[in-house]
């Protein structure tokens, strides 16, 4: 077989050769010698073709009129003639069992538990598994948000009405010991400029419960670990053994987040001295005995419940005790021990004092033949008298309107009855009576005492008792169906159980800048805790739930704090390990859902010129605005090389008191929490410099404070929280700038003023698959040009280069959006405190407020805020 060429007739009638693929090809093709190297591929098509539906099942190739349902999952259900074909489908099945019996009470509570080992559940997990999205955080599976859309519903409870939360995953770390040898090693992990500390006057009473923040040993303030909540006992401990006891015994509750429990608990071995050791057999009224964890391995050791203890046991060390044998002080981990729930709101108070009915500990017959606990317990006559004292405290919470009534952050010691005993048929709406409101504000700070605060829950041994002699649900379902008139409270007498609660005000927002002509709510955020002993997190959930109390989830919380306008732990704290993990799953996640995204239907950021859309590069924040200072440093002045050597010196000094490497310093930052500094900031950002009278006589103490500042703190970052001055919407990542005077200027003519827009940028990409495009077009090829267009993390960058703006940037907002209370855009974030000195300033020239420029990081729309910083 040969080919030839065509050819095509010219104008002159001459004839020119066309040149076709089949020019190229072979001249001759031999067909025997194809087949034969194609003879396999040619058997295994002619194969394929023969077998008609070769991408069907079994059953589906037998006629219509054979086919059963049962064919599908039963081999033996096919005809005899085709089972041969199908054999390779029988196999060694394990067969499921069935539902009556998996629905079993035993073999429910072994499926849970085995489930329940990876990430532990909390006590009222099944009641919203079926109504929240949960999610697995710090080793727990935490309820996110209810499954029906409630954003708006859950803010109506909070400024309503009231928000129930669990937050049983708080961790809880007990110390035990003399209160001089706790306060000792306890001051090197805090700071007297923070705020309270664990020497807090109002809180060594045990009255009220303490905020603070713990850093590493001596570190501060740098090396920041989390925020803990702390509350004293009021009493000594009970304790059988007077070798143990000393006469300043103290006990000490140390509440914090699990994503920082591992690490608090290492820095307060070393800051106590303390060894770690098991908890053995021996188990005396709640004082723990502990052994080398060396010799652990060769001892048996007593585990109550291990079903029930054995995931905290494996991730919060609640087997483990810690002691120091020459201070006699000891630590252990109470965490699934203690229950924690959180409501918000104005009718707390209401909810709350309808839930709890205080127990009756007068035993009910002469005979003294039962051994409950609080017959023991309250067989003390200065422990009774204070049964008394908040029993009247308790009456005289029902005449409260708000929990912000009550002193802050009070602890109230209660002995309740079981509340499944009380609670309502049906659900209804408990709100405070007005006739019944107390106009006396005053009476709850005198009520206040250490007996209102004593409780029984601080003893371990009366935990257990509580725990293990709680009836069942079926139990008293059985003894309420016996009553005559259905409905009615059941009364048990001495049988029934008494449980002791611990009740914590919370105090919402007190001052809240003005913006729009209008105030935020008073006391946003108001609310009670709650602290329960385990075991009864469902019996009083049920009881709060149906007393109208909504439920909220994880999302809820970071719902309120933004409302609130403040920072939460880890979201909002990026000096800490936690803060810092969770900057980077959150990269990581959207950064992997805009990759997902076709190009087209995506922002590109590098036109809007914004280097992380997905996280907040507060080092190369910090090392930006150190550069600019020795900029300033070596331009200003006579002796340039003098103000350099001194601002390096200034650095370096701050770096090795600190601990830190001088080669790391310019990427080394720390949260500005001196309360002290705070304050002055706070009150430099609310004056108006629009009125010469109201700062002109105090601006020589502002600049002595500028200059201090940029020589104490030139590495810190500042809280602060922005409210748009006109439209706007901040959201996440959001850019904080400072405005050019000309902005400003613009501004003050022009309250309309929209904010200026930064110019869009060239992407490097786009030119060069527009250059490959060019190239593919000259050289007469037709294919579609592809480049990778994927977002890459900010770790992943070859180069990292921080200002790309016509703005100069100061800091960025962790959380924003449209708040509900304002009823407009606003957000919380950080900014470098050299940057914040420097909007001063020149918000000081212009005689204008503090302003600054908000971008969002798919924009290049600048809005107008104002800035103010958080305490």
Known sequence: MSIQGSRKRKADGSWEKVSTVLLEAPRELHVEQYAESHAAEIQVLSKKVADVGANKNIAQKIPIHMRRRAMSHNVKRLPHSIQQKATHLVGDKIRKTSRFHRRRPKNLRDEYNRRKRKHVWLETHIWHAKRFHMIEKWGFKIPWKPTMK????????????????????????????EEKNLLEGLKHITHIDTGQTFAAVSCLKGTREGQTIVYKYDKY????????????????????????????????WIWCHPGCFEDIWNELLVCLELKEGRISIQ?????????????????????????????????FKSNTIAINDSQNLSMKSLTGSLLRFSLTGPQSVAVIVDTIVQANIVPASGNDDTKAWWKSYYGDEKLSLGYVAQREFLESLAQCQTPSELPRYSVIAMTTRDPRLSRPTTRTKIVANDSTLCQDKTSFNEKLTEEVSISPLWHEGIRDNVYKTMSTDYQVYEMKSELLVPGL??????????????????????????????????????????????????????????????VGGLREEECNAFEERRVIFPNNLPDTKSGERHELDLEQEKVNKYNKIPPAKRPNFTKVGVNSPYRCPWNLLMKYWSNQTLSESIMDGNNCINGKDSQMAMVTDLADENGVKNSDINSQF?????????????RLCSLDFS????HITKMPTNVDLLKTLEMNHSQSLVAVKVEMVQKGCPGEFSSICIPKEEDMQRLMLDKNYGGPVETPHKDPVLIEKQKLKRDMKEKGIRTK???????????????????IGSRDMIGYLCSGGFSLGVGNGGGVGFVATIGLMKLLKLCENVSQNCVVLVRGNSSLQFRFAKLSVIL
Not at 227 to 252: A, E, G, Y
Not at 287 to 307: L, Q, R
Not at 506 to 517: E, I, N, Q, W
Request: positive net charge; glycine residues 6%; hydrophobic residues 35%.
């Open 150 to 177: 409630s954003e708006r519903a859950c803010y109506r409870a909070t400024s309503k009405h009231c928000l129930l939360q669990d937050k049983s995953f708080m961790c809880c770390v007990e110390l035990q010991g």
């Open 221 to 252: 303030p740098w090396n920041a670990i989390g925020p803990v909540s702390f509350m004293w006992n009021p009493v000594q401990p009970i304790s059988s053994d007077q070798n143990l006891k000393s006469t300043n015994q103290r006990q000490l």
């Open 283 to 315: 188990n005396v009224e709640g004082i723990f005995k502990a052994v080398n964890v060396e010799d652990a391995k060769n001892t048996e050791f007593n585990k109550i419940n291990e079903s029930d203890e054995e995931p905290y046991q494996e991730k």
């Open 489 to 550: 409270p059941l009364e048990l007498g001495d049988k029934e159980s008494r449980i002791p609660v611990i009740i914590i005000q919370r105090p919402g927002v007190t001052s809240l800048v003005k913006s729009l002509g209008s105030d935020q709510t008073a006391g946003q955020g108001e609310g009670l805790d709650i602290i329960l002993p385990k075991g009864w997190g469902m019996a009083f959930w049920l009881a709060l739930v149906y007393r109208g109390a909504r």
């Open 670 to 682: 720390y949260v500005l929490r001196n309360v002290k500094s705070l304050r002055h900031l706070q």
């Open 691 to 694: 009125n010469k009278r109201s």
């Open 785 to 803: 040009v592809k480049i990778d267009r994927s977002l890459k993390l900010l770790s992943e960058k070859d180069c990292e280069y921080f200002q």
